[in-house]
């Protein structure tokens, strides 16, 4: 059998962190969120294309693109308003897997319906990348590409299932990933299907 590119060094992935009752209590918490902070549709960078995937955020700061670029901000693109703080749930969880790094400053929520996808990228817009990147999958199952630290270097896919946490950290905090796509009906979490994915990140050196 053909061997496996190695995952990056820094990367973890802990399968069904959160059990099923606790999957839905965060779906709870993260739908209260999305009230007061709704998903909104982002737009590329110059072309102004519409991502597939809609996106809210909680914390101080959220990730946001649109024609002028990728950045973060304290307020939502569409009402203006602060973000929401983020969870304590969320927070107990990044203390659990990352007791050392400065708390999380941004919580990005990105929705999937079943033709969402997220192309390769690096998560690199924060000023620092002392802190790892850690991500809670809740829903459908995803099918979620990683490589290394440029563009070219190979890759592996796997998949995210619903209470999945994926921790970017070390080398790893650099590394191309992206979701090809969604594997429908996978899950009986969300009524309607799809997938949300909840990002952590220190945005500012502490
Ligand atoms: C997703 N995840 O799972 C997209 N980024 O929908 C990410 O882009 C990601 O899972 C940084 C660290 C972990 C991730
Ligand atoms: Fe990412």
Redesign the pocket.
């Known amino acids: 059998m053909a061997k496996s590119t190695p995952f990056p060094s820094g990367f973890q992935f802990l399968a069904e962190h959160f059990d099923r009752v606790q999957q839905e209590n965060l779906l709870d918490i993260i739908r209260d969120v999305l009230g007061s902070a709704p998903l909104y549709r982002p737009e590329m960078p110059r072309t102004g294309k519409p991502f597939s995937?809609r996106m809210s955020n909680c914390g101080a700061l959220g990730w946001v693109s649109d024609k002028d670029g990728y950045r973060y901000q304290p307020t939502h693109p569409v009402t203006g308003n602060p973000w929401p703080p983020i969870p304590e749930i969320l927070l107990s969880l990044w203390q659990e897997l990352s007791p050392d790094a400065a708390l999380p400053e941004a919580c990005l929520i990105?929705f999937?319906n079943e033709d969402a996808r997220?192309g390769l990228?690096q998560?690199r817009d924060e000023e620092t990348f002392d802190a790892p990147?850690?991500?809670v999958?809740l829903g459908d199952t995803?099918v979620?590409r990683i490589g290394g630290v440029e563009r070219k270097s190979p890759t592996r896919s796997m998949k995210?299932q619903s209470g999945d946490v994926?921790?970017?950290g070390g080398e790893a905090r650099l590394a191309f990933?992206?979701?090809d796509r969604l594997v429908p009906n996978t899950s009986t979490l969300m009524r309607q299907g799809g997938?949300v994915?909840l990002?952590l990140r220190r945005v500012t050196k502490p």
Do not use: E, K
């Open positions: 995937v990105n999937y997220m990228h998560d990147v850690i991500s999958s995803a979620f995210l994926v921790v970017l990933h992206g979701i997938r994915n990002t």
